[in-house]
């Protein structure tokens, strides 16, 4: 009963500081998930942030930028407690906590599931729009760019390659994966769209020209996966255009065009 009161007092007084605004002190940001951790470490690092609990993990891109930051659990207690003025997320927040938020006129930006390096300049124009930041997105955007254009191809055939993650899947068509290995230079060879598995049967029997590698950096995950096999291993060897680090995969975010840049040094 007490816990309840007290949380009730907590939602009572985050109401009032919402409508009073944040004008006397400096923008208070939460992110949900680690990809919301990238977000507003790039856009707003100046805030005062709350990230999540992986911040700092491995497999996050802006893991040492994220040191001298608070971490909250994306709870609604958390929430009634930081009382944020933007909350950022990408897949983190349970429905309680942002059918709370709502209510509670605090503003939630969601980042979208982008298929494309057109979804990811959206995803950087909204996040930096709801964070004031238009300038520092406008920035991104520019870096962005820049990376994609010196990895460009010259005007010549396609050659092909196959993503494959040490889990054994593969990326086709409709994917953000697909468009990055399309804009480093190479020709997607597996024409399925969306995710799906690859077998080591069609490795061995038609190893592709070029391998993307992706989560490999990541030994404790899947080591006794498909991709890992010694087959592909070996048709691998003297194949392998780039092996992407976990960082640059899981968020569609600006650095995708980093690993674009990493896959356009491998081209044949």
């Known amino acids: 009963m007490n816990r309840a009161w007290g949380l009730a007092a907590a939602v009572a007084a985050m109401a009032v500081a919402v409508a009073q ?44 930028e994220a040191a001298g930051h608070r971490r909250l659990r994306p709870t609604l207690e958390a929430a009634v407690g930081f009382r944020p003025d933007v909350v950022v997320r990408y ?18 930006v969601t980042i979208a599931d982008a298929t494309d390096m057109d979804g990811v300049r959206a995803n950087i124009r909204t996040a930096a729009r709801e964070l004031g930041q238009v300038e520092r997105g406008a920035r991104l955007e520019r870096a962005m760019q820049a990376k994609l254009d010196r990895a460009a191809a010259p005007d010549r055939p396609r050659p092909g390659a196959v993503y494959l993650t040490s889990g054994g899947f593969t990326s086709g068509p409709g994917t953000l994966m697909d468009a990055m290995i399309r804009a480093a230079g190479f020709r997607n060879l597996t024409a399925a769209p969306g ?41 691998a060897q003297g194949r392998t255009a780039a092996k992407l680090p976990a960082a640059v995969l899981t968020c569609p975010a600006w650095f995708a065009a980093d690993g674009v840049e990493m896959m356009a040094r491998g081209r044949p």
């Open 91 to 108: 897949w983190g927040g349970e429905p309680r906590l942002l059918n709370f938020l709502q209510t509670q006129g605090v503003t939630v």
């Open 21 to 64: 605004g944040a004008q006397a002190r400096p923008l208070r940001v939460m992110a949900l998930d680690q990809c919301a951790d990238q977000y507003v470490l790039a856009l707003a690092p100046d805030a005062d942030l709350a990230l999540s609990p992986r911040a700092d993990d491995p497999d996050a891109w802006l893991r040492r």
């Open 195 to 235: 995710f799906g598995a690859i077998s080591v049967e069609r490795i061995a029997m038609e190893p592709p020209i070029r391998f993307v590698l992706g989560f490999f950096d990541q030994l404790r995950a899947d080591w006794r996966g498909p991709g890992r096999h010694p087959v592909v291993r070996s048709a």
